[in-house]
């Protein structure tokens, strides 16, 4: 069984950081591409960055310049540095990867978690 599990959300003032962490676990061979998301309420999932696992990222334009995502490979682990924080920020954040299992190492599968909530507001 394979899991995400986001942790690092919670409710922090305008101007300030966060830092969300993921962490995958499980029988997994493979994790070529990990990323984050998010959706506020009553709007679409949208791309926040990926990484993959040489480090070469990719940043929805939106994002540029707030966001930084970065991983540990040896910890199956992908970050999402927040700064300057906005409330139209506020959303769940949720983890996402691409990988393949220990049982199928040839197979890529797409894995969520449950998401963290991030809430920006005074």
């Known amino acids: 069984q394979v899991q995400l599990v986001e942790s690092g959300g919670g409710l922090v003032q305008p101007g300030g950081s966060l830092r969300l962490s993921c962490t995958a676990s499980?029988?997994?061979?493979?994790?070529?591409?990990m990323g984050w998301y998010r959706q506020a309420p009553g709007k679409q999932r949208d791309l926040v960055a990926r990484?993959?696992?040489?480090?070469?990222?990719n940043y929805a334009d939106l994002m540029k310049g707030r966001f930084t995502i970065s991983r540990d490979n040896a910890k199956n682990t992908v970050y999402l540095q927040i700064d300057s924080l906005k409330p139209e920020d506020t959303a769940v954040y949720l983890c996402?990867?691409?990988?393949?299992?220990?049982?199928?190492?040839?197979?890529?599968?797409?894995?969520w978690g449950q998401g963290t909530q991030v809430t920006v507001s005074s």
């Open positions: 996402n990867a691409i990988l393949s299992r220990a049982t199928a190492p040839g197979r890529f599968e797409t894995y």
């Open positions: 990484i993959n696992s040489g480090g070469s990222t």
């Open positions: 499980g029988s997994i061979f493979s994790i070529p591409t």
